[in-house]
């Protein structure tokens, strides 16, 4: 089945405390995305990743980090995670054969950040 | 600059009632316009889109919206709705990159 898979998908730590939420799809997307939603906000970009080894800032990246050290995987990183980070957070894909291709989301991470 | 307005953020509607949840935009380019529908407790999923050719455009479970140019809006029908339907929804315009609207979470009353 084609899907991409998020975890963990409920996330409670403290303060400063590194975590990392893996992404992975296994439809061959080159392009990856992490989103965070927060009530009132919609969906914004946090990070993004147009193919191997390339990532770029999205509208909201204080805070984070990504990798894509391979076609699938491109997990998001909080080495000092801090309240105001605590939110639901989503990872999509797309194939970039077309420019208009439809985003693939996985389920969501809820993270707490207490 | 891109943006995207979905002007009511709660709608509740009875069963069987139509509904129509609004979108607007501004580009100064043309665009791809999606919606998104995000089902309780799971991610986010295509409801239709907009590439080209006809205004009128039909997605999944009955949906359908409406592409006008002159009006920058991209509106969202159904005739009648199901509780089923209960969930928020996103428009969300392609230029480029996505930019989602601030949602619209439609409750459908028994």
């Known amino acids: 089945e084609a899907q991409v898979t998020q975890n963990p998908r409920y996330l409670i730590t403290v303060t400063g405390k590194k975590l990392t939420v893996t992404c992975s799809q296994n439809?061959?997307?080159?392009?990856m995305s992490w989103y965070r939603q927060d009530p009132g906000l919609g969906l914004r970009q946090i990070y993004y990743?147009?193919?191997?080894?390339?990532?770029d800032k999205g509208d909201v990246p204080e805070g984070y980090k990504v990798s894509r050290k391979e076609k699938r995987n491109f997990p998001l990183i909080l080495e000092s995670p801090s309240p105001n980070q605590t939110s639901l957070y989503f990872c999509?894909?797309?194939?970039?054969?077309?420019?208009?291709?439809?985003?693939?989301f996985g389920n969501g991470t809820r993270l707490t950040v207490t | 600059a891109q943006s995207v307005t979905q002007l009511d953020s709660q709608v509740p509607v009875f069963e069987e009632a139509p509904v129509e949840l609004r979108c607007n935009y501004s580009s100064s380019v043309s665009v791809y316009l999606f919606w998104y529908v995000q089902y309780p407790n799971q991610g986010l999923q295509l409801l239709l889109k907009?590439?080209?050719?006809?205004?009128l455009v039909k997605g999944i479970n009955g949906f359908e919206a409406e592409f006008n140019k002159s009006q920058t809006s991209f509106h969202l029908r159904k005739p009648s709705v199901h509780i089923s339907d209960t969930a928020e929804y996103f428009c969300a315009p392609l230029v480029g990159k996505y930019i989602f609207g601030t949602g619209t979470r439609l409750k459908v009353l028994a």
């Open positions: 999509a894909s797309r194939p970039l054969d077309r420019n208009n291709s439809p985003l693939h």
């Open positions: 907009y590439l080209s050719g006809s205004t």
């Open positions: 990743s147009m193919n191997v080894e390339v990532t």
């Open positions: 439809m061959n997307h080159e392009y």
